[in-house]
């Protein structure tokens, strides 16, 4: 079953690996959609906010993002372009070490998930790899991060569930998403608040 049309807007309560809220706003445009949010959280006793300015194509696969972090370190940004068939650039410089990537996904957000979980649009059953072009909360470092994702049964309330797993970072759960695509709880780390 496809996705529905994303919400005008959402937004996650981040708990338990650092504390805080994320807001996004989802406007369609003739050749995707726009992704524009704020994340800001206190992770580790230390404090951090980031703004990210983030374009899809219909497919739900990143065609740019902008992104602007600011914590005690000082204030930063970022830009990365992709041509849609996995090469990118950080910063107008080329980023080879991302080929092959079809999203982006910053460890501050929680809607990132969602740019895999509707480009693959996978069936009950199905599995994935998703590598990432992967953005650091607190210094805006880029890498790649080598992701799956596994389509489960639906919960009994109708809602899609994947298994994630993030080798990398040692990292597996659940995540349970809504119509839209957009995860409603992400074990660990945030649940949908609207």
Partial sequence: MPFAEPPRCAAWRHCEARDGFEVVFLRSDG?????????AAVEEGKAWAVRYDISVDLGWATRSARVWGRASSGVRDLSL???GAGRWRVDDAPAGQLDGCLDVDLESSSLTNALPVRRLGLAVGE????PAAYVRALDLSVERLEQRYRRLEDDDRGRRRFHYVS????FECVLVSDEFGLVLDYP???????
Wanted: aromatic share 0%; charged share 35%; net charge negative.
């Fill in 167 to 170: 080798p990398a970072l040692d």
């Fill in 31 to 39: 050749d995707g959609c726009r992704l524009e949010g704020d994340t």
């Fill in 127 to 130: 599995e994935a790899e998703a």
């Fill in 188 to 194: 660990g780390i945030a649940v949908r608040a609207a």
């Fill in 81 to 83: 372009e992709a041509d």
